[in-house]
């Protein structure tokens, strides 16, 4: 048996070298002649945990570009990422998802400090609690469950998070000075979980709570487009029902033409033949807006309902709510 190789970059944090790892033990079980080499990238979005990921051009320039120039470069040949993560409104000339994992729960859930409960929470709306998030969309979700809660600014791998907010620790805001502590913090549940710390999930919301972000609990491989040899492996582990619910989310954000500050949200399920997807467009800052939509299509057309859906978002106003959050330049 002759031995092959492959390069898969990843960021150095807890949760995504578990992912990788992941990544590496089913290709390693489904062609044992390939040999993976894991490359650990300090992407800016890792190395600046004060900033807005706006900054950094949001989530796509902090924490996928360098790993992506990398793979274009011939460097790596794939690279991991949390689907979550990659901009679905922009094209990627050269780049393929190649595989995607069976998906993790997609739900969020709720950590908190001790001391305090989620009956607290709930019986005051929130008045007089801080809770901790950078994800808009989780913002926004959050005022609708707790309209008298306190959102703040808070970054930082998940690990060191939880560690910040059992300290009591205050956070950099982007403009200067601090803000805190946290009472609570909104996570990914399947991240949490992945690095250990399931057990701290105090309350998991529902999608009917706070519907999940495009591609929430799918983990990504991204390779060369005309890399045949890669992509071949990469097949091998590509779960199907992900790939498709991929491709109907991300439909979702390319029609919306949504960015890293726009309050998105998409989540779809497959029954047999036929998939539903829900979507929506929250407006942050005027808490009460807020459009979704839900359709049921054909499960092997999953672009096509994701299309259809946002279309409909867009026939209902959410290119208004998307362009009040767009950013000025």
Known sequence: MVAVSMRIGTRKSVMALAQTEDIALRLSNAAPELEVEIVRFETTGDSDQTSKLLVHGGKGG????????????????????????????????????????????????????????????RRSRGKGYRIGTNAVRRAAYVRRLFPD?????????????VRKLDNRDMQRLPVGGEVGPADALIMARSGLERI????????????????????????????????WPTRKY????????????????????????????SPIAGYSTIDGS????????????????????TRIGAADRPRELGRAVGLELLHKGAADIIARTRPAH
């Open 62 to 121: 902090a924490f996928v570009a360098e790993i992506r120039a990398a793979v274009t470069s011939g460097r790596l040949h794939a690279a991991m990422h949390s689907l979550k993560d990659m901009p679905g409104n922009e094209d990627t000339p050269g780049l393929v998802i190649g595989a995607t994992l069976p998906r993790d729960p997609p739900t969020d859930a709720l950590v908190l400090r001790p001391g305090v409960s989620i009956e607290d929470i």
């Open 149 to 161: 809660i306190d959102v703040i600014h808070f970054r930082g791998a998940a690990d060191t998070r």
């Open 196 to 227: 250990g710390l399931g057990h701290r999930i105090a309350c998991e919301l529902s999608p009917l709570e706070m519907l999940p972000a495009v591609g929430q609990g799918i983990v990504a491989v991204e390779c060369a487009v005309n890399d």
């Open 234 to 261: 990469l097949a091998l582990i590509d779960d199907p029902a992900a790939h498709l619910s991929c491709e109907a989310e991300r439909e979702v954000l390319w029609i919306l033409n949504g960015h890293c500050n």
């Open 274 to 293: 036929r998939m539903t997807l829900t979507a929506s467009v929250l407006d942050e800052a005027r808490g009460g807006q807020f459009i979704e939509v």
